[in-house]
């Protein structure tokens, strides 16, 4: 027994149960056949009712079936839930059963796309023929053959008093195999028939995805519905034969007419409201990315293809870029790329533009920079550049203004003079969780304003006399850097040029390879700059000006004779073996300094222990009058006669005035307390 949870309107339901004796459950038939009622959400009326008839009578035993017609003049509506409650009566016992389902309307295998391109750039008036669409690249409509068929329609509404003269069509038909071609028809309201447009069809030229086409037919006043205000005009789309994947792709359809009784230049009309073979709306849409996007395999691809699909894809990024319009994406495959003049941007004229690279693809530059950007909003991810020596990483804007670039997880490792950089007239660039290692010059260079570091890594190479992060130009103003470790940076960790002001260093770290913090501008912040150990040692000037930098060196002179600050802490904190430099620097003033004994660890142990020390040798004190055990006295011992160093205790003598200490052997001083007595102290002792 069973029932659909969904159907769509215009196809039937089937719904079955079976029938037991209520008293044995074994599969009986029902007395008569059993009832059902159908009810739309929470109505109180049924929409539809009748009766079950038995299935397979022969071969079954109290299985019930029924039919129902889902259909919108049997009263289905788009998402509403409906309800089949079944009723059966056995050996005069009834019993029941319900069913519940949700009906929705039937949606062709579309997406729709608003775009803000759609709409008529190009074309010419002349019936049955095509020009190259420049701009309007960006796919509106995507309709995808289930297999099926594909068949579908567009309705436009024209403008009060006017009559259909043209269609433009743009797009391309995608074949996934055989030999099918799209028919394009307009519908006649004379003659109640679809009219062919002369040679309307999508052929081979449609499959040059890389550029879409402006086809152009010229239509009749029969192809504008003139019943109806505003007069309706519909195109129909019908592939010759049916395929899994075949795909019709469409930029715009756009219907340019002319006033009845005279002519006018022709207009664009409003948006195609789309519905399918059954005359079903299909107005229903799934969001898509609006660009085009690219993919690029340097092992299995070819610039001869379209690189529109993964199994037609580019072999070059630089094809790719060449044929990406402005907020198209680019996608590479893992592999290295040995190309020249990449440029995300192309010389400036196209804007976000994505490259996204898969985890392993690396851009040599073939001997120049990996790559450069030159068009605002363009994004870089996932790309590995390895310039050769002397060469970039990765350059914004090294001709011309860019503006709010960004690149994420970036990396360049190699011999080459500088990892990332942006120009000075660049603005906003912004670079996250990316790495320049290895490089000779600079591993960040920020020229133009408003620049954003974050959560970056430059790791020169070692030895080398380089700069971390280098704000280099006066045009570098209110730029931050956050998150950022400099290593191995000889010259500077961190550097600004006179003019650059106003810029923020906040939770950034350096090394003790580096060199110094310098910072020539004027109102910077910095914050948590530190190296390994000491904050600000390496600082040579602050705020513009080196005064400020001497008096933080003159409380660091304070340290002096400390070679490690934080050996020196734990030494003194922790029991366990100590740092042998750090020893020798806290014994230089006298005596000897044990951090198994006198550390802040080894006392509080020795307190928790109960200050029986921690000697290795047991030692048994007796505390008495002279005659009589002495209970309940306090004792403590101490290296020193003065009481100031206390190495046991304080312990209380038992009923037999003795108390037991763990010591070393050595030289101590007794000392012991109770009320009423007197005694002196201190006493001393040798323990052997």
Known sequence: MGCPTEVVIGDDLVFGITTHDPDTGELT???????????????????????????????????????????????????????????????????????AFKAKAEVADLVYVPDASSVITTGVENANTWTACSTNNGIRWQIIDDGSGLDVTCEINMGAGRSASMVFINGYFDRAGGSAVVEVYAWNYSSADWDKLSAGTFNTEMRNRANDKNYVFSLNANHTDAVTTPGEVKIRFL??????????????VPVTGIAVGGTTPPA?????????????????HIPKYIGHTYYVNGTLGSDA?????????????????????????????????????????????????????????????????????????CFANGIWGTPAAGQMGFDVGPSNATHRVRFFSCISYSSGSIGFRSGATSGQATFNECCAKGYSATGFELQGPAGRLSHCRAVAATGSMARGVYLSNAAA????????????????????????????????????????????????????????????TNITQIGGSTANATALLTLIAKFSGITSVTAWLRAMLRKDTADATALTEINLGGGTYEESKHSQEAIGDSVIAGGGGEGAISWEVLVDDGTNPIDGVEVWITTDEAGEHVVAGTRTTNAMGIVTFMLDAGDYFLWKQIAGVEFTNPEAMTVS
């Open 305 to 377: 293809n379209t690189g529109l699909l993964v199994r037609e894809a580019l072999q070059t990024i630089g094809a790719a870029l060449a044929v990406c319009s402005s907020g198209d994406r680019i996608v590479v495959f893992a592999g290295t790329y040995a190309e020249a003049g990449l440029d995300l941007g192309t010389g400036a004229t196209k804007t976000g533009v994505e490259l996204i690279g898969e985890v392993g693809v690396i851009l040599t530059g073939g001997g120049g920079t990996c790559l450069e950007v030159s068009g605002d909003s």
């Open 268 to 284: 664009v009309i409003a948006d195609a409201v789309w519905s399918d073979s059954r005359g079903h709306d299909v107005s229903l």
């Open 477 to 536: 103003n209110r730029c931050l850097v956050s998150d950022v470790v400099s290593d191995n940076n000889g010259l500077a960790a961190y550097e600004t040029v006179v003019g650059a002001d106003e810029n923020v260093f906040y939770g950034c770290a350096t090394s003790k390879t580096c060199g110094a913090i310098v910072d020539n501008g004027t109102n910077n912040a910095w914050r948590c700059m530190c190296d390994e150990d000491v904050p600000g």
């Open 29 to 99: 038939d029902a007395d008569a056949a059993p009832i059902w009622r159908l009810y739309e959400n929470e109505t109180g009326v049924p929409i539809l009712t009748g009766t079950m008839a038995k299935l397979d009578d022969a071969g079954t035993t109290g299985f019930y079936t029924e039919l129902i017609e889902c259909t919108a003049g049997n009263g289905f509506n788009d998402r509403m839930t409906y309800s089949v409650y079944i009723t059966a009566m056995v050996d005069g016992d009834t019993g029941g059963i319900c069913y």
């Open 239 to 252: 592939a010759t034969e049916a395929r899994v994947n075949n795909e019709l792709l469409l930029d715009y």
